[in-house]
């Protein structure tokens, strides 16, 4: 005999089975959530995992490339097993999972979430989960963000259900429907024949009214068979029909008057105004008017007020005379409930993408959005219910959509691309990093996901690290490294245009004993003054840069002459005649220059006469330049 766990275990698995969505093909329905799942915690793996007797099988995964693992090793065994959220912060410090083949090899499982999906009568059947290769914790958020992303999964889930329940009630309506009309006729088109064959045969007459009884009765029957409600009326008003369905709608104790109507709780279809004699159903259906599917709301002193359509026609005679009214009523209560879950859930993905730090967008394939999250306002100043229907250029301008175009038709053929761009809106400047994915079905392209982040934290702190690489820290110049990219370039360009280059190196002059006399700082204010004195003097085409110490140097692009060089040369020692001024002191400082010129330059030859003429000057007593044709 089966304890009472086995027994909730088998009634689990069949609830499972009876979905019939094990070992199906990935669906994008649910590859959607374990996208938003792994996005919105940063995680490398997510799943929709069900358990089955023996395995648990995903129908969606994020990060693993198997469908499912033995059931033995599923962490979403213990979260169905509990039947409610489990979390590991870290799985080698929980006994339950240290020694787990999923910990210890591949993927080292080391936090797992886990929120069980259930189907509609309760049942655990799996969990919406979310994975990382190390430790950390989920706060309230978190967790309250896992249990709304799982019951859009369990939504999703279950959907199937409600769907084919709500086909199947709307199939019977329509066929009972038809049943009622034909019946109806019929039952007229009978007792008119029958009239007429009693004038004729008064003989037959109680035959006739035997198998009108007999209609009657199996016309009643079917009537109160069915669980749609029928009232019908004479050409007085007065009820001549009103089968089980609708006295339960009504909670009418038996056949009453039309004018008994008005004393029920009859609403419009948003449940607060009541209908007035002239909207009643059955009345509007004796003055002659159709009705189809007219939404009503009926309440009850002692039950749920209920949903219903009315459908309503006038019964006529052969020879048009009105014999009364026929309103058949059709409770849709569970589907409104259904279609406000709908609502709700999604109402709830949209408060998730209202509140992620990114742009979600989905256009369709004319390029129109469909979607459109409220960072679009946040961002651009363009409100999301404005944006719907609306394409690209339309919603966003044509200067937003240009550099886009590209991308976008790229998605539209089947391709995801990426792309970079500068913004500024609204006063601030963004560097969006987007990503565009066709939303494919079937190997057609239904639309493009949009997904934009905000990378200007991360492009600045890149700009700045390229700065200090590139830039001496005391006086601003580039640097060494610097120097020797532009020479490289300088070089090239030069060999391109077939153009002559020169290069100078400056020394300040005694440095040592400026150093030794105002200290490290005050000779820190004299580099400092001559590299700005140095970067004043020559072209904003020329580079100056600091190598190191007091040595520097100056990349001259264009010189025509040896001669110029010579006239650089004095224009540089004219700029360092006026004295210094070091804390408060006037400080005479003078510079050694040494240029290498060439018509056809290569980087070792400038360097080695750059070098040679500077210790020329030197030689020469300072405070003087030389120059010297290199490779010569």
Request: charged letters at 25%; glycine letters at 8%; aromatic letters at 6%.
């Given at each position: ?364 394939t004319g390029l129109r959005y469909r979607f459109a999250n409220d960072r679009y306002r946040e961002w651009f100043g363009v409100r999301c219910d404005t944006m719907v229907g609306k394409t690209v250029p339309e919603a966003m301008g044509e200067a937003f959509y240009a550099p886009r175009r590209a991308a976008l038709e790229r998605c539209l ?159 540089l020692l004219e700029a360092m005649q006026a004295p210094f001024e070091i804390e408060g002191k006037q400080l005479p400082v003078t510079a050694s220059i040494g240029f290498a010129w060439s018509a056809h330059p290569e980087q070792a030859t400038l360097a080695h006469g750059a070098d040679a003429a500077l210790y020329a000057a030197k030689r ?13």
């Amino acid at each position: 005999m089966l304890s009472q766990q086995e027994l909730a275990e088998q009634e689990r698995i069949s609830a499972l089975h009876r979905l019939n969505v094990l070992d199906t093909p990935g669906e994008e329905r649910f590859d959607r959530f374990t996208r938003l799942a792994a996005a919105a915690f940063g995680v490398p793996i997510a799943l929709v995992s069900l358990v089955d007797t023996d395995r648990q099988w995903f129908k969606s995964c994020i990060g693993i490339d198997s469908p499912g693992t033995p059931r033995s090793v599923a962490f979403c065994s213990h979260a169905v097993a509990l039947d409610d959220m489990l979390v590991v912060p870290d799985t080698q410090l929980d006994e339950r999972f240290a020694a787990n083949p999923l910990v210890t090899g591949a993927p080292h499982v080391r936090f797992y979430a886990g929120q069980p999906v259930r189907s509609l009568d309760g049942q655990p059947l799996g969990t919406l989960c979310i994975v990382d290769t190390r430790p950390r914790m989920l706060d309230d958020a978190g967790r309250r963000m896992l249990r709304d992303l799982a019951q859009l999964v369990q939504d999703e889930l279950n959907r199937s259900v409600l769907v084919a329940a709500r086909d199947a009630a709307r199939h019977e309506l329509i066929e009972l429907n038809a049943r009622l009309e034909r019946r109806v006729e019929e039952r007229t088109r009978e007792l008119h024949e029958k009239n007429h064959a009693l004038e004729q045969e008064m003989q037959q007459r109680q035959a006739a009214r035997q198998a009108l009884r007999q209609k009657q009765a199996l016309l009643d029957a079917v009537l109160e068979s069915v669980d749609v409600g029928v009232l019908a009326c004479d050409a007085d008003g007065k009820l001549s029909v009103c089968n089980r369905a609708a006295r339960e709608f009504q909670e009418l104790d038996g056949v009453a008057s039309i004018d008994r109507a008005a004393h029920y709780a009859l609403y419009r279809d948003d449940g607060v105004t009541p209908l007035g004699a002239d909207e009643l159903p059955l009345e509007r259906a004796l003055l002659g008017e159709r009705i189809q599917d007219m939404p009503i709301v009926v309440g009850g002193s002692s039950a749920a007020p209920r949903r219903v359509l009315a459908s309503g026609r006038p019964l006529k005679g052969l020879g048009g005379e009105t014999l009364g009214a026929v309103v058949a009523l059709k409770d849709v209560s569970e589907l409104y409930a259904s279609r406000t879950l709908a609502l709700e859930s999604e109402e709830r993905l949209r408060t998730i993408a209202d509140n992620v730090p990114a742009l979600i967008a989905y256009l369709d394939t004319g390029l129109r959005y469909r979607f459109a999250n409220d960072r679009y306002r946040e961002w651009f100043g363009v409100r999301c219910d404005t944006m719907v229907g609306k394409t690209v250029p339309e919603a966003m301008g044509e200067a937003f959509y240009a550099p886009r175009r590209a991308a976008l038709e790229r998605c539209l053929s089947g391709h995801g691309s990426y792309l970079e761009i500068e913004e500024e809106r609204r006063g601030r400047k963004r560097v969006i990093s987007t990503t565009y994915l066709p939303h494919l079905r079937d190997g057609k392209v239904q639309g493009i996901y949009v997904l934009s982040t905000d990378a200007t934290s991360s492009r600045e702190y890149e700009r700045q690290l390229h700065a200090l690489a590139h830039s001496d820290h005391l006086t601003g110049l580039p640097n060494r490294r610097s120097y020797e990219e532009r020479l490289v370039q300088a070089i090239a360009r030069a060999r391109r245009g077939a153009m002559p280059l020169a290069l100078a190196y400056l020394d300040v002059d005694h440095f040592k004993q400026i150093n030794d006399s105002l200290g490290h700082a005050g000779g820190d204010a004299v580099l400092r003054e001559f590299g700005r004195r140095l970067n004043a003097a020559v072209r904003v085409t020329d580079t100056v840069a600091r190598l190191a110490g007091d040595e520097f140097v100056i990349v001259l692009e264009q010189v025509g002459s040896p001669l110029e060089c010579r006239r650089i040369g004095d224009k540089l020692l004219e700029a360092m005649q006026a004295p210094f001024e070091i804390e408060g002191k006037q400080l005479p400082v003078t510079a050694s220059i040494g240029f290498a010129w060439s018509a056809h330059p290569e980087q070792a030859t400038l360097a080695h006469g750059a070098d040679a003429a500077l210790y020329a000057a030197k030689r020469a007593g300072r405070n003087t330049a030389s120059v010297q044709v290199a490779g010569h």
